[in-house]
């Protein structure tokens, strides 16, 4: 007999990995912070296993998911042989790697990322400076978190003097592609993805509401 609900997919999970056994503390203590929920925390011999979801309400779910694990061992071991070919991080690197390099400097959703929408601007700010703060004093952050930060170009009276008035947003000249939202991104070595494994970029986004045009439904260029 068929089925008459209407069905409905949803985002499951993303598999995040950290770099070696000793920043799975410190990568997990960041989803802590963003706000993600650890539910689970299996140890394991190469670096403990995570399950965070990105709000408690996916705690018993299926979807809302982020696995958090080392890399595995025959990833690791591709991504040094990548590095040592292209002469990574000796004066002779092959130029590529600064290429990519630059382009994600100037934008962070150049390459593979993965954002999380939150519903709350306040929240939104709230997050960004504990992120902000944890990169300025803490010690075992410093130097790990780059924190940049999209607003959308001018033009809605209301939003505009929100976000002039913000804690973080105010005095931002970067734009999104899009109207009506925010973006903060938070690229951090704690984290390995791209095809050296060097670092990885999350996402924390924000749509003001009543907007059918925004960051998310409509890329603007
Ligand atoms: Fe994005």
Do not use: C
């Not at 007999?1 to 499951?12: I, N, S, W």
């Not at 056994?21 to 410190?26: D, F, S, T």
């Amino acid at each position: 007999m068929e089925d008459a609900r209407p069905q409905m997919r949803t985002m499951g999970h993303v598999a995040l990995h950290y770099p070696g056994k000793e920043a799975g503390p410190l990568a997990a203590r960041l989803l802590n912070v963003i706000g993600f929920v650890e539910t689970q925390k299996l140890p394991l011999p190469d670096g403990d296993f995570y399950r965070f979801v990105v709000d408690e309400r996916h705690s018993k779910r299926g979807d809302g998911i982020i696995y958090l694990s080392t890399v595995p061992a025959a990833q690791a071991a591709l991504i040094a042989a990548a590095r040592e070919a292209l002469g990574h991080g000796t004066p002779q690197a092959h130029p590529a790697i600064a290429g990519l390099r630059a382009a994600l400097d100037g934008d962070p959703e150049y390459s593979f990322h993965v954002g999380a929408l939150l519903d709350s601007l306040e929240e939104l700010e709230r997050v960004t400076l504990a992120l902000q703060a944890l990169e300025d004093s803490d010690p075992a952050f410093k130097g790990r978190l780059s924190i940049i930060v999209n607003r959308p170009r001018p033009g809605d009276a209301d939003i505009d003097a929100r976000l002039d008035a913000s804690p973080v947003f105010g005095g931002v000249t970067r734009f999104a592609y899009g109207r009506n939202g925010v973006q903060v991104f938070v690229e951090t070595d704690l984290l390995s993805s791209g095809p050296l494994g060097e670092s990885m970029v999350l996402e924390l986004d924000y749509v003001f509401p009543g907007k059918d045009s925004h960051i998310l439904s409509v890329v603007e260029l």
